[in-house]
């Protein structure tokens, strides 16, 4: 069965970086557009970076361009995402989610969620 799972979260200093991964299993992994959404307390699911199969083309909502960089590495069925220059509203529950229509705003497998809490 479809399998996501997310790693690398925990609580960074503002200014500080942290990197997620999230392992694929289940499904053939380089064949799908995959997302990292996030959600922050009392708010709604955001979407924030989408790369797609061959990793050549990636996409990030506006407040954390050239702060995070997502990127794949389908030999490992991985996904990643970068984070430096982390500020206190990038906390969230950060999720990886499988893209079945590409660039659309849809997902069908999620994962658990890795925790991200930036604080002083």
């Known amino acids: 069965q479809v399998q996501l799972v997310e790693s690398g979260g925990g609580l960074v200093q503002p200014g500080g970086s942290l990197r997620l991964s999230c392992a694929a299993s289940?499904?053939?992994?380089?064949?799908?557009?995959m997302s990292w959404v996030r959600q922050a307390p009392g708010k709604g699911p955001e979407w924030v970076s989408a790369?797609?199969?061959?990793?050549?083309?990636?996409r990030y909502v506006d407040s954390v361009k050239g702060r995070f960089t997502i990127s794949r590495d389908n030999a490992k069925n991985t996904l990643y995402l970068q984070m430096n220059s982390l500020k206190p509203e990038d906390t969230a529950l950060y999720y990886c989610?499988?893209?079945?229509?590409?660039?659309?705003?849809?997902?069908?497998?999620w994962g658990q969620g890795t925790q991200v809490t930036v604080s002083s």
């Open positions: 989610a499988r893209c079945p229509t590409g660039w659309g705003p849809a997902y069908d497998y």
């Open positions: 289940g499904f053939t992994f380089s064949s799908y557009y």
């Open positions: 790369i797609i199969t061959s990793g050549g083309e990636k």
